[in-house]
Every structure is written in structure tokens, then in C-alpha cells.
């Protein structure tokens, strides 16, 4: 397996839901990161993760929880949000001892 | 804190020109700078990248250059091709910021065939 996969692809959700973004790879990255991107916009960094642990949090508000359960896996969960945070969220991932950042496809996100 | 402008936000060439989008950063000390390309609801995909301790380097029909001294890099992409159409970022590692890349704003090129 040599990508970063994202589920679900699209998703649209209430203000008032809660939902789960995942994201998995099995190539034995280390660091793993969720960016969000609006339209026409660089991705801009939300979390990092470093063996497991949350090292970067960029002052996300805190309807954004984000989860790694193990090495593999990383979830954000999502909690009263609002229509501006509708977005691309994009997870990438590096392996250990490289800068490179590996995207997954993303999660188009639309909140109403 | 750190920034990363490019340039230009839009280009666009006729088929078989080359293409070439410029980026400065702020931060002397940083050291690696990939270019991701993204095509229309795809995500964005690593081309190439260079550190700093090389001043140019060449895959096929890309190639990057980066000039230390005036904080500058640049993606250049020869015989373009229509498939070559999409937005291009370009990124920096910043050396006081952990594993972060802080993004340019991206350059949509498009080729007219």
C-alpha cells in the first residue's frame, strides 16, 4: 500500500451534527497532518501529529478534535460546525527522517 | 513570521512553450522546497523537490533551481503539454518549524493547445 487514503469522500453535514473524518496509510510514516483548503487557496496546516503524538495545533477552534489512535490511523471529529468551515480537508503523512508530505484525495466538506 | 510569496497567480502558454513560476521565501535558514502540482478536485501531488544544499535539479521536463542568496526558487517546465494544466504550489520548510511546509498561493497554469 503506498498511498494515504481518506473516507468519506464527500460529506455534508448540519450544524448541529457531529461526524468523523478518517484517514489511514500503511506505509510507516510517522507524521501525519490535517490541512484545510478553501477554493483557490494553498492547503493550510490545522494539526501534526508525530508517533502518535499531537506536536502542531494552529490555534483550531475547538469544534475540531482531531484523534490518532495508532500509526496508522488518524481521525478529525467535527462538532457544531459552521458554513465557513465548509472546505477540502486534506491528511498527509511523512515517513521518518524526510520532509516529504504525501496528500490523501481529501473529504469535500459542506456544511449547511 | 514566515511567508512564502509566488508568482505569477495565473499563467498561461501555448503548447510546447515553457512555463516558469518564481517563489521567495523569508527565512534564510530554511532547507527543503517541494512543488506540488494539483489538478481540478484532485489533491495536490508532489513533482519535485529540492534541498538546499543543491542549487538545481532535473526530472524530464521539470526542473527547479534555487538561489540561497536571494531566497529565491523556481519551477521550470519545459515542451508544456495541456496535462500540464493545473494550479502549482510551491512550499517551504522553515527550520525552526518542526516538519511544517508553509505554501506559497499557488500558481493555476494553463496550456492552450
Known amino acids: 500500500d503506498t498511498e494515504v487514503t481518506q473516507t468519506p469522500k464527500h460529506l455534508v453535514m448540519g450544524m448541529t451534527n457531529k461526524k468523523s473524518l478518517k484517514c489511514e496509510q500503511h506505509?510507516?510514516?510517522?507524521?501525519m497532518y490535517w490541512y484545510k483548503q478553501k477554493a483557490k487557496k494553498p492547503p493550510e496546516l490545522m494539526f501534526v501529529?508525530?508517533?502518535?503524538?499531537?506536536?502542531i495545533n494552529e490555534s483550531v477552534p475547538s469544534r475540531f478534535s482531531p484523534e490518532c489512535p495508532n500509526s496508522s490511523l488518524l481521525n478529525l471529529h467535527l462538532h457544531a460546525l459552521q458554513p465557513e468551515d465548509s472546505a477540502l480537508y486534506l491528511c498527509?503523512?511523512?515517513?521518518?527522517?524526510?520532509?516529504?508530505?504525501?496528500f490523501g484525495p481529501g473529504t469535500r466538506l459542506t456544511v449547511l | 513570521g514566515e511567508n512564502v510569496e509566488q508568482h505569477p497567480s495565473t499563467l498561461s502558454v501555448q503548447e510546447g512553450d515553457s512555463a516558469v513560476i518564481k517563489c521567495t521565501y523569508s527565512?534564510?535558514?530554511?532547507?527543503?522546497f517541494p512543488w506540488y502540482k494539483q489538478e481540478l478536485g484532485k489533491r495536490p501531488q508532489l513533482i519535485i523537490d529540492?534541498?538546499?544544499?543543491?542549487g538545481e535539479k532535473k526530472d524530464q521536463r521539470i526542473a527547479v533551481t534555487l538561489n540561497k542568496t536571494a531566497k529565491h526558487f523556481s519551477l521550470h517546465i519545459t515542451e508544456t503539454q495541456p496535462e500540464d494544466s493545473a494550479v502549482y504550489f510551491c512550499?517551504?520548510?522553515?527550520?525552526?518549524?518542526?516538519?511544517?511546509?508553509?505554501f506559497g498561493g499557488g500558481t493555476r497554469l494553463m496550456v492552450k493547445p
Open positions: 506505509m510507516g510514516h510517522r507524521a
Open positions: 529540492i534541498r538546499s544544499n543543491v
Open positions: 512550499a517551504a520548510r522553515f527550520n525552526n518549524a518542526g516538519n511544517m511546509l508553509t
Open positions: 527565512d534564510s535558514a530554511s532547507n527543503y
Open positions: 501529529y508525530s508517533y502518535e503524538k499531537l506536536s
Open positions: 498527509a503523512s511523512t515517513r521518518p527522517g524526510s520532509h516529504t508530505q504525501y
